[in-house]
């Protein structure tokens, strides 16, 4: 059983930053594909990001990227979302998912451990 916690989260302006961390606890982190999440205000979950167990493959939706950056750190069994020039349409509640799977997951059902998520503003 994999625990996870997010934290990082707040208020933020539009163009501003925030980095998201999510720890791992409860199992071997470096087994798992790590994946962010959001969810705004009646809409469904969507994907954002995720990394592969060796870092050595990131995965980044095109509604974000070139703007928010994945990165691990097996050692310490964290994962972070670095958030930049944030627009208000990316405020939403942020989830730090795990996925066992041997391939790239990308949907909320291929993940099988899900933290209880960070809420982010961003207002314009």
């Known amino acids: 059983q994999v625990q996870l916690v997010e934290s990082g989260g707040g208020l933020a302006q539009a163009g501003g930053s925030l980095r998201l961390s999510c720890a791992a606890s409860?199992?071997?982190?470096?087994?798992?594909?790590m994946g962010w999440f959001r969810q705004a205000p009646g809409k469904e979950r969507e994907f954002v990001a995720a990394?592969?167990?060796?870092?050595?493959?990131?995965y980044v939706a095109d509604s974000v990227k070139g703007r928010f950056t994945v990165s691990r750190d097996n050692s310490k069994n964290l994962v972070y979302l670095q958030m930049s020039s944030l627009k208000p349409e990316d405020t939403a509640v942020y989830y730090c998912?795990?996925?066992?799977?041997?391939?790239?997951?990308?949907?909320?059902?291929?993940?099988?451990?899900w933290g209880q998520g960070t809420q982010v503003t961003v207002s314009s």
């Open positions: 998912a795990a996925s066992g799977r041997t391939y790239y997951p990308s949907r909320p059902s291929e993940y099988d451990y």
């Open positions: 409860g199992g071997t982190f470096s087994n798992y594909y």
């Open positions: 990394i592969s167990r060796s870092s050595g493959t990131t």
